[in-house]
């Protein structure tokens, strides 16, 4: 089976089963889809063409979790396509008690789920997990479940990010992604359950405030355990009959989380009720940021931030890595080169791929796929709100993520400036669910309201970047088309893209370099250049590693490095030197 570990480690129980693997699969090109339901699911009649689906095999196969377009999908179909169809029945365990629930970690884009011939949900968006409730729908044990997934990389009304609005990639645009993109899995619950926790960390008194979500009302009765290793440091128990009931954990000489020192602790919740008891197993980590004063600080301190763009591409599995250990060696092959963190740019990362940042002590920008979304359309406000928030709430707890930046270069559309109204809209709510972490509007342009000021520039001429970059006067950063600094953290958070490629048909910015020697010179020069400037807190290269067409990574797209180990050192050498912003 393919991707067969657990997909939340934040919050894992132990009945669940993993539906990845073969599904019965079949394209829907005119988007048919089903006939007189429309959004409304619950409308869906008899004579719908969903039954006909759930009567008959689909005309293919397909491996779950990977989309139609890849070729780990064991379809590879590249072209475009309005909707699909897929089809798995599966046995539901004698001994499940109380809830089933299916959940989708993320499918493209519109997916509409029916099971034994019941229409029991839908759910709009590319990006984030949804989950339905199948516990009356089951029949003899066995739950057929079928699935209509539709999405159209063209739509405005639908974020897509990097996927190409064309039959083919181009420029920084690449191979769609449509229908089901991660894991598909079963869960059993009591009939009263934890739904969600959010950990809101205080550093300054060693303590932890957890909100602790339920499916309903009722009386309950919370322990909640906090451990480092084998070893217990917090126990708390909580009573109440709310649908939200809070607690807090006190840790005595609490152990904080950093990029050097990335301690987090496992928690152990166990909720009782009059007729049921559930355990979840999740972890947290405790951790400040501060940004104040032009300066950017975890846990009271300065740490440069040399940051990469990660685009989280796969040449076999497009958005899905192919296994657990290519999300954690992308990790691995940045530190390679000295940086501390990335960008998860244009996508929702999965939630493992965060698990093992908070692990491993990396610090992530959580970003959202604003591309191929209409901004500049007041109208749109509440479509994208919905979509963006939901990644928020769903990463809440990870202690790796460092802040948010809900959109990325809001170019016009179809000669329209974005909508202010809609980007503050964005922000303000983004700071109403998270009042911990910084939100950067808009990277680049064209922010509106801003924790922190960044611009982009891939300037390949070292002594030109020096004069842009090199000192800012009485700490008044580089104003650029509609950009104004007013004293926030200044960010570089895109710069190089050096061409560097044996492919003649790849591209990056400017002129490609024509010797090693020259690429080596040129990235110590760029990096140096924003190191030595006391006014800048941080740095993001463009790029970890090429993706399709577009040659400017550090590594090819298969991963495989493009210099050799010593080369290799030397740049991290650069990358990783002391930088004046550290500096008291």
Aim: some cysteine; overall charge negative.
């Amino acid at each position: 089976m393919f991707r067969p570990e657990y997909p939340r480690p934040e919050l894992k129980r132990g009945k669940w089963i993993n539906l990845n693997g073969e599904w019965q699969f079949e394209f829907d090109f005119g988007n048919n889809g089903v006939s007189g339901c429309d959004m409304d699911i619950t409308k869906a009649n008899k004579d719908d063409i969903f039954i006909s689906k759930c009567k008959q095999d689909l005309s293919s196969k397909i491996q779950v979790p990977f989309c139609p377009e890849s070729k780990l999908s064991g379809i590879g179909y590249t072209d475009f396509f309005d909707a699909c169809w897929y089809k798995k029945e599966v046995d539901i365990p004698a001994d499940w008690t109380g809830r089933t629930i299916l959940r989708f970690e993320a499918s493209y884009y519109r997916t509409m789920v029916f099971v034994n011939g019941n229409p029991v949900g839908v759910h709009k968006g590319g990006y984030t997990p949804f989950a339905f409730d199948i516990t009356d729908y089951i029949v003899d044990g066995k739950a057929l479940i079928l699935v209509h997934v539709d999405g159209d990389a063209r739509d405005k009304k639908q974020p897509s990010g990097k996927q190409s609005a064309l039959r083919k990639s181009f420029g920084c645009f690449y191979t769609r992604t449509t229908g089901i993109w991660q894991t598909v899995w079963l869960e059993n619950v009591p009939d009263t359950y934890l739904e969600k926790y959010k950990v809101t960390p205080d550093v300054d008194n060693g303590r932890a405030y957890v909100d602790l979500y339920f499916n309903k009302e009722g009386f309950k009765e919370v322990s909640l355990t906090a451990k480092e290793g084998d070893l217990v440091v917090a126990d708390t128990v909580v009573k109440g009959t709310t649908q939200i009931l809070k607690a807090v954990i006190d840790i005595k000489d609490a152990k904080l989380w950093d990029i050097d020192s990335p301690n987090l602790y496992d928690l152990i919740i166990t909720t009782k009720t009059d007729k049921t008891t559930d355990t979840v197993c999740g972890y947290f980590g405790l951790r400040k940021i501060e940004y104040l004063n032009g300066k950017f600080l975890i846990n009271g301190k300065k740490i440069f931030h040399r940051m990469v763009l990660d685009q989280g591409y796969y040449p076999d599995g497009i958005y899905t890595a192919p296994t657990l250990n290519d999300l954690e060696n992308d990790i691995y092959l940045s530190k390679a080169f000295g940086f501390n963190g990335a960008r998860l740019h244009e996508k929702v990362f999965e939630r493992n791929f965060l698990y093992l940042a908070d692990k491993l002590g990396y610090l992530v920008w959580g970003e959202y796929p604003s591309w191929g979304f209409d901004y500049t359309d007041d109208e749109n406000t509440q479509i994208y709100i919905n979509e963006w928030l939901e990644s928020v709430d769903r990463d809440y707890n990870h202690p790796a993520i460092i802040g948010w930046c809900p959109m990325n270069e809001n170019w016009a559309v179809n000669g329209r400036q974005q909508s202010n109204d809609l980007v503050l809209a964005v922000y303000k709510a983004t700071k109403l669910a998270d009042e911990t972490r910084p939100c950067l509007d808009v990277s680049w342009n064209y922010h509106v309201k801003t924790d922190i000021f960044d611009t982009h520039n891939y300037c390949q001429e070292v002594d030109k970047f020096k004069d842009m970059f090199g000192k800012f006067e009485n700490g008044v950063g580089f104003d650029e088309y509609k950009q104004k600094h007013e004293g926030q953290p200044y960010f570089l958070s895109e710069y190089g893209g050096i061409a560097w490629s044996k492919k003649e048909s790849g591209w990056g910015y400017g002129n490609a370099p024509k010797t090693e020697e020259e690429f080596i010179d040129r990235y110590i020069g760029l990096s140096d250049v924003l190191h030595g400037n006391p006014d800048i807190y941080g740095l993001c290269y463009t790029q970890l590693y090429d993706v399709e067409q577009e040659q400017n990574g550090l590594y090819y797209y298969d991963r495989t490095p493009k210099f050799s180990q010593e080369v290799i050192q030397k740049l991290a050498k650069a990358m990783a030197k002391p930088a004046e912003y550290e500096k008291d």
